[in-house]
């Protein structure tokens, strides 16, 4: 993700604020009433007013005006708030509210929360793998093979559905052992095949091959059967 990208969005107002920061705020060490005085800040800020006095924030709100000017001393001071100094072009001071730290924390706890879910789902789509071999094996695995798996996994970086997707073409070519497997991916490898759809398409293309082949070489004998790739044979 760009985060340069995705905070421009924020002030673009691409991105839902209020949802946003609702989901994080807590996470990122906000209580409720500072979310609430930074989502009121947020609205006088939308509607062009960039500096809101604290008494206009405290009017919205059931709390003392002394109490939201120490809300926002307190955000300001922690790294959530930021004020900002500035002269016009004719030359008038002005100082003005900007919401682009607590955008950026808001980030950071979205990247960081979206990496922890990629990372769950990966390790239960490996874990799957495992599964669906011992399914089709119809017995537990072996240390060797379940070695094997894992080597598949974190060494060649083989995606745990390409390797499903090889079990799958040993079973229907029935060669249901490792070797054979081990050798659909070296191959799908080296000829760059990355996914599911990819190998897919490899298999379609190689069996009109071999059925075209088959065609010419036995042009009186009929066959139903499906031609599979001989993968230790190549």
């Not at 809101?52 to 790294?79: D, F, N, Y």
């Not at 537990?140 to 970086?157: A, G, K, R, V, Y």
Request: glycine fraction near 4%; charge should be negative; aromatic fraction near 12%.
């Amino acid at each position: 993700m760009d985060k340069k990208m995705f905070l421009s969005w924020i002030e673009e107002g691409v991105v839902p604020i209020p949802s946003f920061l609702f989901t994080y705020y807590k996470k990122i060490g906000l209580t409720d009433l500072e979310c609430m005085v930074l989502l009121h800040i947020y609205t006088f800020i939308k509607k062009g007013n960039d500096f809101p006095t604290h008494v206009e924030i405290a009017e919205r709100m059931c709390i003392s005006t002394e109490k939201c000017a120490q809300l926002i001393g307190s955000l300001v001071q922690r790294g959530y708030l930021q004020i900002i100094n500035g002269k016009t072009a004719d030359d008038i001071y002005f100082e003005k509210y900007s919401l682009q730290p607590l955008w950026s924390r808001l980030l950071d706890e979205h990247i960081l929360n979206e990496k922890g879910e990629i990372q769950a789902q990966k390790k239960e789509d490996e874990g799957n793998v495992f599964t669906m071999f011992e399914q089709e094996f119809a017995r537990p695995l072996s240390p060797i093979e379940i070695e094997t798996i894992t080597m598949w996994l974190d060494n060649d970086h083989h995606e745990p559905s390409l390797i499903k997707a090889a079990l799958k073409e040993a079973v229907m070519s029935g060669k249901l052992n490792f070797r054979y497997i081990d050798r659909i991916l070296f191959e799908w490898k080296k000829n760059g095949i990355k996914t599911v759809e990819q190998a897919q398409e490899h298999g379609r293309k190689f069996r009109i091959h071999q059925q075209q082949k088959r065609n010419l070489d036995e042009p009186r004998k009929r066959t139903d059967s499906i031609p599979f790739y001989n993968w230790l044979e190549n």
